[in-house]
């Protein structure tokens, strides 16, 4: 055996035991845990309300919150590498990140004057 393929043995050696041991504790997990079936687990449950119909019923409160988290999420990616970098950028980078989070913060104050912040 060369020593290529000895490299390649030893990966998928690490494979099959990783893969193995995520057997053994699933395993071990399904024999030790309690079994007590009941109609209640059995039902949908959609964000703290029943289900209408066969749809489940979701407000659109938690859609906004998560596009709120993607936006400012967002906003941190492109503030982070600006950050590091500030000083070759100079005046003009400086001058086009207040912009942008000047923008960013009328779009916060936007969301909290409508009430889009809270949690009624």
């Known amino acids: 055996m060369t020593e290529f393929y000895r490299e390649y043995l030893a990966v998928a ?3 099959g035991a990783a893969l193995a041991l995520v057997g053994l504790m699933l395993g071990v997990g399904k024999l030790i845990r ?3 079936p009941q109609a209640d687990k059995y039902i949908t449950y959609e964000a703290g309300s029943d289900p209408v119909g066969g749809w489940g019923q979701s407000n659109v409160r938690y859609y906004v919150y998560a596009l709120l988290f993607v936006i400012f999420d967002v ?3 492109f503030i ?3 950050a590091v970098g500030l000083e070759p950028l100079g005046i003009f980078g400086l001058v086009e990140m207040v912009v942008f989070i000047l923008i960013l913060v009328l779009g916060l104050v936007y969301a909290w ?3 889009v912040l809270r949690w009624a």
Do not use: T
């Open 13 to 15: 050696v690490l494979i």
């Open 80 to 82: 982070f590498p600006w």
């Open 75 to 77: 906003e941190a990616v």
């Open 113 to 115: 004057r409508k009430g």
């Open 34 to 36: 309690p079994v007590r």
